[in-house]
């Protein structure tokens, strides 16, 4: 017996040093690959050939189209999905939102900036992350960009220090999270260790809760008439009105001046202080189309706008919206308009459904990657109503993403916005979004205590319903129709 224990461990060591000699092989479950791209992803195989050019579609932006070269800024794309987070593996439920409520039905905002409210108030079940975040299980993801040298963490005490000196890791940012409970780490890799490779060794270490990449998002503006959205949406442009309906929007910098956006902005924060301004446009024109004044009237005037910049160059990192996300839940909004896609992560997921459980109704760019591009995030989460974008004669643009997560058709093509040179004629989902956000705003000001499930269940029930008969994958319900959602009965 004692000679056969002796063999069986020799064996396990053989093995295991030969595990260890091997090199790292790239981990998918996507049933779309080719055993071309398979090998592509294998670091150890993968030939000059497999790398494609970083091509653009006109409009600026990266397709989307789950490519098996590498996305990632230096690192190749398969890091990301190397080492996900398992579902109840120890990984520590998050906490749900306070759930009180006053006497007109909505939900408070966290009484102070920075504390941990909704980890100290909540009284709901724990958040099961992150299998029931999907509206509709994809096929695939997009596997998008990443900084490099980062990893964020969410951590419980007081650890923070002691974490990043053993694994020898910087701590770049530290907050307290409203929205996901908790304090949210960034933590620099200042020895050049692939990301996953981190990812793996905190995953040891019980002091940390969640550990994802710092993923890159970008923008979801297509090409470069007047606008034409209030009559596909059946909504009176004479008699539309957002009045004092508090709305954040997440978004680029915006131009303060233009006569569109005189008296519109409530109040304004910088997710990213430290990085000049340089472009102003596309934040400016979602504002506009939302709650715009004078000429170029949006579809809420009156609406109150709380505009988050976290955006340059029209990409933003995970960290930086989180950042925004976190501010905009703070200001008592009751809607958050969201026209960005990136990968799918779970610290989104989870504030996302965080800030859905406050209330608060969550709107969103599909996405601009064409027909078989990957499902786009925020847009693809529970709870988040994802908006493509149709044309003045109600066909779909061209370069929308498709999936079952898609909820809603919305005008987006070639439309007059306010821009940072005064105006512009835009295409994108960003601004299909936007419409959508504006018609929300109607509705609640119309009824104020009209509840987050009443708008998504109304706008589901009464859109006009466009290609096959039925929700599908290209216009998701159909076309918004505000006239017949305000008549929508409980």
Known sequence: MAARAVIGFAALVVAAMTLAAAPALAQTNDPNL??????????????????????????????GAGSAAT??????????????????????????????????????????????????????????????????????????????????????????????????????????????????????????????VVLAQLAADSRTVRREPNHIYSLQQAASIVNYAFERIALDSKAASGENVRIAVIDTAIDDANPALSGVIADQFDAMPDVPIE???????????????????????GAKIYHARAFEGGKSTMDIILSALDWAASQDVLIINMSFVGPKNDLLGIACRNARALGIVLVAAAGNNGPKAPYGYPAAFDGVIAVTATDAKDGLMEQANRGAYVFLSAPGVEMVAPSGAGSDVVTGTSFAAAIVTGAVANLLHAAPDRSADWVEKALAATAKDLGPKGRDNDFGYGLLDTKAAEAAKE
């Open 34 to 63: 080719t055993q071309t791209e398979i090998d592509c992803l294998n670091r150890a195989t993968a030939a000059a050939d497999c790398i494609e050019d970083d091509t653009r579609d006109g409009s600026g932006e990266k397709p």
């Open 71 to 196: 996305n990632a800024v230096v690192l190749p794309a398969l890091i990301v999905d190397l080492f996900p987070n398992p579902v109840g593996g120890g990984q520590a439920p998050l906490p749900t939102p306070d759930p009180r409520r006053n006497p007109a039905g909505r939900a408070l905002p966290p009484q102070a900036a920075g504390a941990p409210a909704i980890q100290a108030a909540a009284t709901g079940g724990p958040i099961v992350s992150p299998s029931d975040l999907v509206a509709a299980e994809p096929p695939r993801a997009v596997i998008g960009d990443f900084v490099p040298d980062e990893v964020l963490v969410t951590v419980d005490g007081d650890a923070v220090q002691q974490i990043a000196a053993s694994f020898g890791l910087e701590v770049r940012s530290q907050r307290q999270s409203l929205l996901l409970g908790t304090t949210l780490v960034r933590f620099g890799i200042p020895d050049g260790r692939p990301v996953g």
């Open 279 to 301: 472009a102003r446009d596309h934040g400016t024109s979602i504002d506009g189309l939302i709650a715009g004044v004078g000429a170029l009237k949006g579809m809420a005037p």
